[in-house]
C-alpha cells in the first residue's frame, strides 16, 4: 500500500490534493523542530487530518518526551523515534506502544533479535534510505524475513503493524510506480512517497494515488471489478456495490460516492436522484480483496428503494436520530419531542431530571431504562443544535487519542463528597448523601447510615457488592481461554508478552528449582517458616485419615474414606501485591492432604523471574512446577494443560474478576473435567465496634483490607457508639491512610465504604449474618461470648488483639475465604478442599436377605427393572439354598 509523507513547512501544497489525500489512509507528516508546536497546529488547522504519524527532521532528545505525549495528546497516530534513541530511554516504555513507530536503517534488518526488543514499544516501522535499485534479492528477503518476524510479534500484542520504506531522496530520476507499490505489498509492506511525487491525475510521470491503491487489489471476477462495501460515518453497512480503479480515481478527485455499474459504467451515485454521498474514507480489507468506502449520506438513502440502507430500516440511536431530526422539521400536532425543540427550558430540566434518575439507579433494567431515557433528551438536545451523532463519536475518538488523562474529579457543585451528610445522632430525617471518589486533599472518609433512619430498600442495598458486568467479563475471558486450547504454550508466551511485558522462552519451571531463584534474607526465610509451621499444624490437625465405619443394619456395613485430589492447581495473585502468603495458604493444605501434583500459578516478574519467597514456598510445600502466567490464561492452562503444563483436576486460589471468570467457565465446561475451589469477588471485612474498642486498632483493621484494591470494600457496623468515639474513628481512618504508600487506592475503596450505627450487639449480628463478610472482625466487649452467633463468615477475629493480618499471614488459618456474599454456603480454603470422600458397603447373604425386598420394592416403584432384578436373582440363589 501507500505511506504519503508531506514536509509541513512546505507552502505550496494544495489543499484539495491533501483533502483527497487523507481519505486514502495514514499520512505522514516531517515536522523541523518538536519544541516548534505552533507550524503544525497551523497545518493541521488548515489541512484537518484524521490519521496522521509526526517524523521528526532533528533527533529526539530526552526533553522531547513532553512534546511527544503534548503531539499525542493532540492527535498524532504515531510518533516516529530513532532506532538509538528508542533502545537506550527507558522513558518510552511508558507511552502506548500503539501509538510509536521507530526509524532504522537498512543494515538493521539483519539483526534477527531487534524485533524482539521492540516488541510491546512500538507498532510502525520506517526503514530509512533504502537504495530503489536494492529492492530486490538479499534486501528484499532481509524485509520479508523481517516483516514475518513483525506479524509473530503482532499477533501476541494484538496491536497490527505497519513497515513503510523510505527511498533515498537524493537521486533526481527516482521513479515511484504502481508495480513497486505491488511488490513491496506482496511482503506486507508499504511504500512512503513524498507527496510531490503523487497526483490525482492521469498522463504524467506522477504515482496515480488510486492506482497505488487498487493494484494491491485483487479480485476473482471476470470483469475485474472490486467488492465494495459502502458504510456510513458510524459504521452501518449501507449497501454492497463494486469499484474498478477508474471509479476510484473519480471518487478520490470529486471527493464523493463513484462506482462501477456492471451495466453503466460510471456511477455518480445520487447524480439523477439526489441522495448524493460525501466521500470520507476509502479502506482495504485484510485479505486484499474487498474495499469499504465509509461516507455520509444525503437525501433519502442509499437503497433504489428510498430506505436509507439495502438492509431495511434503521435502529436504535440510529433510527432515533432519524425520527428527531424529522420532528424537527415537521411533527403531528401535540408531539412531545417538538414541545422540547420549542421549550429550552423543560429540555434542560429533562436531561437534569433524567440524568438524576441514572445515578440513582442501580439495577440492571432501571440502568438500561434510565439510561435510555437520558440518551432520548440528551440526542434531541442535539439535534436541536445541528449536532449529529458523528459529531459525538469524533470528539469520543479524539479523546481516545489522549494519553494524559483528566484527574476525573467533579466540578465543585456537583462534587457529593465536599457535602456534608447528616449527622448520626442529631435527630434529622435526610438521606446521606454517597460519597464519590474525592481527589487527594480530601478527607479520607466513609459513608454513614443509622439503620434506624433507613427503609428496607436501603438495608438491601448496603448488604450488595458492586454489581459485576458478567457478560463483558466473560467476553473477555473466552477468547483468552480457547486461544490457550488451541495453540497452547505459544499462546501463553504471547499473553504474557502483551499482558506482562514479558518475552520468555518457556511457561514454565520445574523442579528441583534454582537455590539461587530462591535466596532471601534470613528475617524473611524465619518468617515464612514459622508462618509454615502454624499453618502446617492448624491443616494436619483438620484430617482425618481414619475410616468411619458403621453397620446401619445386621449384615449391612457402610463406609466412608478420604483420598487426595491427585493434582492440583493453585493460583497466586500478582497484581498489585506479592503474595508468598496465598502460596503458603494454598500449597500446604494441599501438600497435608497428600495431593501426588502441585502445580503453582504465579504471573512473572519484569525479568521473567518468580518472585524468590514464592519459589521458596512452591519448594516447601513441594509443587512440581511454577507456571509463570498470571490472568484468565493460567487459569486455562491449568484446565487444559499444554505441552509444559499438566491438565489439573482442581483450581484453587483467589484473583481479580478475570480470574474468577475463567475458574466459573472451565468448572461449567464438560471437557475440561476440572472443579474450583469457590466463586469470589473483591476482598471485604466488616468489623462490629462498641464504645469499648480503640479507635486506631479499628482504624488499621479497615485499612489492612481496603488497601487490597480499589474494589475492596469494608464495614464498621457500630453498636450505639458516641459521636465522640465514631470521630475519633474517622480521624484515626483519615490520619492512618494519608501515610500508607498505597493511599490512592485506599482513597478509593474507602470512598465506596459506609459506616452503619445500631442500636445493640442483636442488630449488628443480625446485619453481619446477612453481609456474610469474608472477614468478621469483633472489637466488642466479651467478643468469644457473640462468636457463637456468627452463622454466616469467611473467618472471625475475636478481641482486639486479633488483628485481620494475622489470619492473612501466619496464626494458622487460612486466608483464602469466600466474598461478595458467598460465606453464606461456601467455606474458605482447608484441608478437606484437597480431599474427596469415597463410601463403600458390604453386605451379608442376611443382610442383602433382610434389605433386599426393600430395595426392589423401592425399583419397582421408581420403574428401574434391571436395578430390581440386580438383587431379585441374589435373592432368589440365597433363598434356594
Known amino acids: 500500500m501507500l505511506l504519503p509523507i508531506i514536509d509541513i513547512s512546505n507552502k505550496s501544497l494544495s489543499i484539495e490534493f491533501i483533502k483527497s489525500l487523507n481519505l486514502v489512509g495514514e499520512i505522514i507528516l516531517r515536522i523541523s523542530d518538536f519544541n516548534d508546536t505552533s507550524l503544525l497546529s497551523q497545518f493541521l488547522e488548515k489541512h484537518q487530518l484524521d490519521r496522521y504519524w509526526l517524523f521528526p527532521v532533528k533527533e529526539i532528545v530526552p526533553d522531547d518526551i513532553e512534546n511527544i505525549i503534548k503531539f499525542l495528546d493532540q492527535g498524532a497516530q504515531k510518533v516516529v523515534i530513532p532506532l538509538s ?22 543494515s538493521d534488518l539483519c539483526d534477527e533479535g531487534l524485533v524482539k526488543k521492540l516488541s510491546g514499544l512500538v507498532s ?13 534479492g538479499k534486501f528484499f528477503q532481509d524485509l520479508n524475513n523481517f516483516i514475518q518476524n513483525v506479524q509473530k510479534s503482532t499477533l501476541s ?38 507527496i510531490e511525487y503523487l497526483t490525482m491525475d492521469s498522463g504524467n510521470n506522477l504515482l496515480n494515488v488510486a492506482d497505488a491503491l487498487t493494484c494491491t487489489l485483487k479480485s476473482d471476477r471476470p470483469d475485474g471489478l472490486f467488492i465494495t462495501v459502502v458504510v456510513d460515518e458510524r459504521d452501518v453497512a449501507l449497501g454492497v456495490v463494486y469499484s474498478s480503479t477508474e471509479s476510484v480515481k473519480e471518487a478520490l478527485k470529486t471527493r464523493t460516492g463513484v462506482y462501477q455499474s456492471r451495466k453503466r459504467g460510471l456511477w455518480h451515485k445520487g447524480a439523477t436522484s439526489g441522495s448524493v454521498q460525501e466521500l470520507k474514507k476509502i479502506e482495504v480489507d485484510c485479505d486484499g480483496d474487498a474495499l469499504k468506502f465509509t461516507v455520509k449520506q444525503f437525501g433519502s438513502g442509499f437503497c433504489h428503494l428510498n430506505t436509507r440502507t439495502c438492509f431495511g430500516k434503521s435502529n436504535g440511536l440510529v433510527a432515533l436520530e432519524e425520527t428527531l431530526r424529522n420532528r424537527k422539521i415537521s411533527a403531528p ?19 437534569m431530571e433524567e440524568a438524576d434518575e441514572l445515578c440513582s439507579a442501580d439495577t440492571k433494567d432501571d440502568i438500561a431504562w434510565e439510561s435510555a431515557d437520558l440518551l432520548y433528551f440528551a440526542l434531541a438536545k442535539c439535534v436541536a443544535n445541528d449536532v449529529s451523532l458523528t459529531d459525538v463519536e469524533a470528539h469520543l475518538d479524539k479523546r481516545a487519542k489522549k494519553i494524559t488523562r483528566r484527574p476525573g474529579n467533579a466540578k465543585p457543585q456537583w462534587d457529593v463528597s465536599t457535602k456534608k451528610t ?21 478527607i479520607i472518609k466513609m459513608q454513614k447510615f443509622q439503620l434506624s433512619e433507613i427503609d428496607l430498600i436501603k438495608r438491601t442495598s448496603l448488604l450488595k457488592r458492586p454489581i459485576i458486568n458478567s457478560d463483558d467479563i466473560m467476553a473477555r475471558v473466552r477468547p483468552i481461554i480457547n486461544d490457550v486450547r488451541n495453540k497452547g504454550d505459544t499462546a501463553l508466551i504471547e499473553y504474557t508478552a502483551k499482558f506482562d511485558k514479558v518475552q520468555l522462552n518457556t511457561p514454565v519451571i520445574s523442579a528441583p528449582f534454582p537455590q539461587e531463584a530462591m535466596a532471601l534474607d534470613d528475617v524473611t526465610r524465619l518468617a515464612i517458616d514459622q508462618a509454615y509451621d502454624n499453618i502446617y499444624k492448624f491443616h494436619d490437625a483438620q484430617y482425618d485419615r481414619s475410616t468411619l465405619v458403621v453397620e446401619t443394619m445386621p449384615g449391612v456395613v457402610c463406609s466412608r474414606f478420604s483420598r487426595p485430589i491427585e493434582r492440583v492447581g493453585l493460583y497466586v495473585p500478582g497484581g498489585t501485591a506479592i503474595l508468598p502468603s496465598t502460596t503458603l495458604m494454598l500449597g500446604i493444605p494441599a501438600k497435608v492432604a497428600g495431593c501426588k501434583e502441585i502445580i503453582i500459578a504465579s504471573p512473572p516478574r519484569k525479568d521473567g523471574t518468580v518472585v524468590p519467597e514464592v ?7 513441594g509443587a512440581s512446577k511454577v507456571l509463570l502466567a498470571g490472568g484468565a490464561q493460567a487459569i486455562a492452562a491449568l484446565a487444559y494443560g499444554t505441552e509444559s503444563v499438566p491438565k489439573v483436576d482442581k483450581i484453587c486460589g483467589p484473583g481479580n474478576q478475570y480470574v474468577t471468570a475463567a475458574k466459573m467457565f472451565a468448572q461449567n465446561d464438560s471437557s475440561a473435567m476440572i472443579s474450583i475451589d469457590m466463586p469470589a469477588g473483591p476482598s471485604e471485612l466488616l468489623v462490629i465496634a462498641d464504645n469499648s474498642s480503640i479507635p486506631a486498632y479499628v482504624a488499621s483493621d479497615l485499612l489492612s483490607q481496603a488497601e487490597h484494591g480499589t474494589d475492596s470494600q469494608v464495614v464498621l457496623v457500630g453498636v450505639s457508639l458516641t459521636v465522640e468515639h465514631l470521630a475519633n474513628i474517622e480521624r484515626e481512618i483519615h490520619e492512618q491512610a494519608s501515610r500508607l504508600p498505597r493511599v490512592d487506592i485506599v482513597r478509593v475503596s474507602i470512598s465506596k465504604s459506609f459506616i452503619l450505627q445500631v442500636n445493640n450487639m442483636k442488630e449488628a449480628m443480625k446485619f453481619s449474618n446477612d453481609y456474610s463478610p469474608e472477614h468478621l472482625i469483633l472489637h466488642i466487649e466479651e467478643a468469644e461470648k457473640w462468636v457463637e452467633a456468627v452463622q454466616n463468615a469467611g473467618s472471625v477475629f475475636v478481641g482486639a488483639y486479633s488483628p485481620e493480618s494475622c489470619g492473612d499471614y501466619a496464626s494458622g488459618t487460612n486466608h483464602t475465604l469466600p466474598t461478595y456474599g ?60
Not at 85 to 106: E, G
Not at 334 to 345: A, E, I, R, V, W
Not at 615 to 621: N, P, Q, R, S, T
Not at 831 to 848: E, P, R
Open 85 to 106: 534513541k528508542l533502545l537506550a530511554n527507558d522513558c518510552f516504555s511508558t507511552l502506548p506502544s500503539d501509538r510509536l513507530a521507530v526509524c532504522l536503517n537498512s
Open 422 to 442: 447528616t449527622e448520626i445522632n442529631d435527630g434529622a430525617k435526610e438521606k446521606p448523601i454517597p460519597v464519590n471518589i474525592s481527589c487527594k486533599s480530601d
Open 615 to 621: 519459589l521458596y514456598v512452591a519448594h516447601k510445600v
Open 333 to 351: 400536532p401535540g408531539s412531545y419531542t417538538q414541545k422540547l425543540f420549542q421549550n429550552p427550558d423543560l429540555l434542560r430540566s429533562k436531561i
Open 124 to 136: 510502525g516501522y520506517l526503514v530509512n534510505d533504502v537504495d530503489l535499485d536494492s529492492i530486490s
Open 822 to 881: 458467598y460465606a453464606r454456603m461456601y467455606s474458605g480454603v482447608n484441608t478437606l478442599t484437597f480431599l474427596k470422600h469415597i463410601t463403600s458397603q458390604k453386605l451379608t447373604k442376611q443382610g442383602l436377605k433382610d434389605l433386599g425386598y426393600t430395595v426392589m420394592r423401592l425399583a419397582e416403584i421408581e420403574g428401574l427393572e434391571a436395578h430390581r432384578n440386580a438383587v431379585h436373582v441374589r435373592i432368589r440363589d440365597i433363598e434356594n439354598d
Open 157 to 194: 500484542s494484538g496491536v497490527i503493524s505497519n513497515v513503510g520504506v523510505m527511498l533515498q531522496q537524493e537521486k533526481v530520476d527516482i521513479k515511484y510506480s504502481p508495480d513497486l507499490v505491488q511488490k513491496l505489498s506482496t511482503i506486507l509492506a508499504d511504500l512512503v512517497v513524498p
